[in-house]
């Protein structure tokens, strides 16, 4: 894959599934930060719904709408087709069993990895290490703070998903 950009911001766990899957396939990126609050022109032509990310291959196109894809579900699947990742599993069935995993964690559990602290290290030892990562980020640690404490109480320690 050549040069992809990620837009969006990096509080999104949205954002943050796509830098996870570049990450775990070897993939270097560019990342540009839009202001969700006053998005640009050009992002809201390239996102008409006025969600993050976006992803840019700029391989398919440099400017505009043409190489660009929305929503992370869509960009997780392109990128797993485009890179042979083998992400959805071998068979129809195991892709449909990880997009369902996939809606439910973006529908019940999307802020959960805003906090996973190193208390929970143990339970999500992935999360915790991606959170560690992305303290490297300003804008994720100006956000972390106020997002733990907020939703701390609401996260318990062990989630059984069988």
């Not at 609050?37 to 505009?64: K, Q, T």
């Not at 699947?77 to 992400?87: F, M, P, T, V």
Request: proline letters at 5%; a negative charge; hydrophobic letters at 45%.
């Amino acid at each position: 894959m050549t040069d992809p950009v990620i837009y969006g911001t990096r509080v999104s766990p949205f954002v943050r599934k796509v830098e996870a899957v570049l990450r775990t396939q070897g993939v270097a990126y560019d990342f540009e930060n839009i202001n969700i609050m006053d998005m640009p022109d050009w992002f809201c032509e390239i996102s008409p719904a006025r969600r993050i990310p976006v992803l840019r291959d700029r391989s398919a196109g440099r400017e505009g709408v043409p190489g660009t894809i929305a929503d992370s579900s869509a960009i997780c699947l392109y990128l797993d087709r485009k890179l042979d990742a083998g992400l959805y599993g071998e068979t129809a069935f195991d892709a449909g069993r990880v997009a369902a995993l996939e809606e439910f964690a973006e529908s019940e559990l999307a802020q959960l990895d805003l906090v996973v602290s190193s208390a929970y290290a143990d339970c999500w030892p992935a999360l915790a290490e991606h959170t560690e990562a992305m303290k490297a980020h300003t804008g994720f640690v100006d956000n972390l703070a106020s997002c733990q404490k907020m939703l701390g109480k609401l996260v318990p320690k062990k989630v059984e998903l069988s």
